[in-house]
């Protein structure tokens, strides 16, 4: 089995940066492909980012330039790194793993991926 908990999630003004971390506990093969995912109020899971262990960070175009995805994996844990925080970034964010290798390991379907946290909620004002 994997656990994952979130952390770094607060309330800050737009144009602000926030730091989320997950660690990870469980066998490593099963967080190859490590990813987030977001989901406001009212709507719909969204892919974040996704990145697979020696692999390169993908994203959505949604957070593209303005996020970044990295993992530790002396420390087990992953990261996503949020510059120029817009409003429509408010949402609960998750983070997610499993085996998925190559096209399985997506950023737009990191919500897929078999393993979530519970969530850390960052809310950004205006």
């Known amino acids: 089995q994997v656990q994952l908990a979130e952390s770094g999630g607060d309330s800050v003004q737009a144009g602000g940066s926030l730091r989320l971390s997950c660690v990870a506990s469980g066998s490593a093969y099963k967080t190859h492909c490590m990813g987030w995912f977001r989901q406001a109020p009212g709507k719909e899971r969204e892919g974040v980012a996704a990145i697979e262990n020696g692999g390169s960070p993908l994203y959505a175009d949604s957070v593209k330039g303005r996020f970044i995805v990295s993992r530790d994996n002396a420390k087990n844990t992953l990261y996503l790194q949020m510059n120029s925080l817009k409003p429509e970034d408010t949402a609960m964010y998750y983070c997610?793993?499993?085996?998925?290798?190559?096209?399985?390991?997506?950023?737009?379907?990191?919500?897929?991926?078999?393993?979530w946290g519970r969530g850390t909620q960052v809310t950004v004002s205006s």
């Open positions: 997610a793993a499993d085996e998925a290798t190559g096209t399985d390991c997506r950023a737009d379907y990191s919500y897929l991926l078999v393993y």
